[in-house]
């Protein structure tokens, strides 16, 4: 069982900058795939970056080049570093947990709001 608890959501100015974290409980962590998934208001939620146990990582095409995302295994934590932020930026952004082992296993966090004004 994995809990994932997100942080550093905010208000952001266009082009400014925000870091978010998510931090995990439990066993496991460091084989997980590790996702950031964001939902704006009446829009499907999209994957934004992920990052395997392999630290091979991958972008949504809207944040390519603005956003890194990155791991700590030792601290059991999983960052979205967040630059040159716009207004389409705003929404909740959610952390995932997923591994496919003897079984799939599929944990998300709570959300954290991101609010870019422009």
């Known amino acids: 069982q994995v809990q994932l608890v997100e942080s550093g959501g905010g208000l952001a100015q266009h082009g400014g900058s925000l870091r978010l974290s998510c931090a995990a409980s439990?066993?496991?962590?460091?084989?997980?795939?590790l996702g950031w998934y964001r939902e704006a208001p009446g829009k499907q939620r999209e994957l934004v970056a992920s990052?395997?146990?392999?630290?091979?990582?991958s972008y949504a095409d809207s944040v390519n080049g603005r956003f890194t995302i990155s791991r700590d295994n030792a601290k059991k934590t999983v960052y979205l570093q967040m630059n040159s932020l716009k207004p389409e930026d705003t929404a909740v952004y959610y952390c995932?947990?997923?591994?496919?082992?003897?079984?799939?296993?599929?944990?998300w966090g709570q959300g954290t709001q991101v609010t870019v004004s422009s």
């Open positions: 995932n947990a997923y591994v496919n082992f003897d079984k799939k296993y599929d944990y």
């Open positions: 439990g066993s496991g962590f460091s084989i997980y795939v």
């Open positions: 990052i395997a146990s392999s630290n091979k990582t």
